[in-house]
C-alpha cells in the first residue's frame, strides 16, 4: 500500500489511494535472518501477486488505469553476508519506479 500508482489513461488523473507507509522494525537482536531477506542475483527479477481492493485504492468501474509501482528501496547490501546487520555500512538506499501496466477496471 503506497507503493501502486494507478493513473487513468483517458484523463490523467491518479487514483484516490490511501498511501500508507508500513515499516518494520528490526529484531530486538538487530539482524535480520535469511528468512527475513531477499536474494536477488546480478540481474535476477523478483515477483509478487498483490490484490488491490477498496479502501486502500478507489477505481472507477469501466476504466483503464496505468499502474506503476514507485517508492523508495532501502537496506541493500552487496556480497554474501547471511545477515543483514542494521548498521549502515555499505547499505545502499534509493527511489524506483517500474514501467506501466496497463489495466482494465
Not at 26 to 42: C, K, L, N, Q, Y
Not at 45 to 52: A, G, M
Not at 56 to 61: D, G, P, R, S, Y
Not at 95 to 100: A, C, G, L, M, R
Request: glycine share 10%; hydrophobic share 35%.
Amino acid at each position: 500500500m503506497g507503493i501502486f500508482v494507478f493513473t487513468s489513461t483517458s484523463g490523467g488523473q491518479d487514483a484516490k489511494c490511501l498511501n500508507l507507509k508500513l515499516k518494520r522494525m528490526p529484531p530486538p537482536s538487530g539482524v535480520f535472518s535469511a528468512e527475513d531477506t531477499i536474494r536477488i542475483e546480478a540481474g535476477g527479477t523478483s515477483e509478487r501477486n498483490v490484490e488491490v481492493k477498496a479502501p486502500e485504492v478507489v477505481l472507477e468501474k469501466q476504466t483503464r488505469y496505468s499502474v506503476r509501482a514507485q517508492g523508495y528501496w532501502m537496506h541493500v547490501r552487496f556480497g554474501d553476508d547471511p545477515e543483514l546487520k542494521t548498521d549502515e555500512d555499505g547499505v545502499m538506499r534509493g527511489d524506483f519506479t517500474s514501467e506501466p501496466v496497463e489495466v482494465d477496471v
